[in-house]
C-alpha cells in the first residue's frame, strides 16, 4: 500500500506562490491534480519516476512547476502567479506507468489533498 501525504496548502494573495509538497515511497510516476468547488477533479501535473518528463495542463504552464528528489521520495509543486481560480484542493498520486499521465484512471494511489486558496 502506498501512502501518500500532501503538504504545503493554505491561503495566499493573487500573485502569490506556494510549494506543495508529497511525501510519497516507491518508484511510482506522480501526478497532481485539483478540485475546485463545484467543479470535477482536473490534472495539473506529471512527471516520471527519474524526473526526466514533465507535463502540465495548459492553464498552468509558466506558472508552476513540478519536480522530485528521490533521495527524500518528496514531489514538489511549485505554484507561482497564483489567481483565485487557483484555488482547489490539490492532490497528489502515483501511477505504475513510468511516465507523466494526464487522466485520473492512470492513478492507482492518492493523497488526502491539500487545500489551497487563492484571495483577491
Known amino acids: 500500500q502506498v501512502q501518500l501525504v500532501e503538504s504545503g496548502g493554505g491561503l495566499v494573495q493573487a500573485g502569490g506562490s506556494l510549494r506543495l509538497s508529497c511525501a510519497a515511497s516507491?518508484?511510482?510516476?506522480m501526478g497532481w491534480f485539483r478540485q475546485a468547488p463545484g467543479k470535477e477533479r482536473e490534472f495539473v501535473a506529471g512527471?516520471?519516476?527519474?524526473?526526466?518528463?514533465?507535463r502540465y495542463a495548459d492553464s498552468v504552464k509558466g506558472r508552476f512547476t513540478m519536480s522530485r528528489d528521490n533521495a527524500k521520495n518528496t514531489v514538489y509543486l511549485q505554484m507561482n502567479s497564483l489567481n483565485p481560480e487557483d484555488t482547489a484542493v490539490y492532490y497528489c498520486?502515483?501511477?505504475?506507468?513510468?511516465?507523466?499521465?494526464?487522466?485520473?484512471?492512470?492513478?492507482?494511489?492518492w493523497g488526502q489533498g491539500t487545500q489551497v486558496t487563492v484571495s483577491s
Open positions: 498520486a502515483a501511477s505504475i506507468i513510468n511516465s507523466p499521465r494526464t487522466t485520473q484512471g492512470e492513478y492507482a494511489y
Open positions: 516507491g518508484r511510482y510516476a
Open positions: 512527471i516520471s519516476w527519474l524526473g526526466g518528463s514533465t
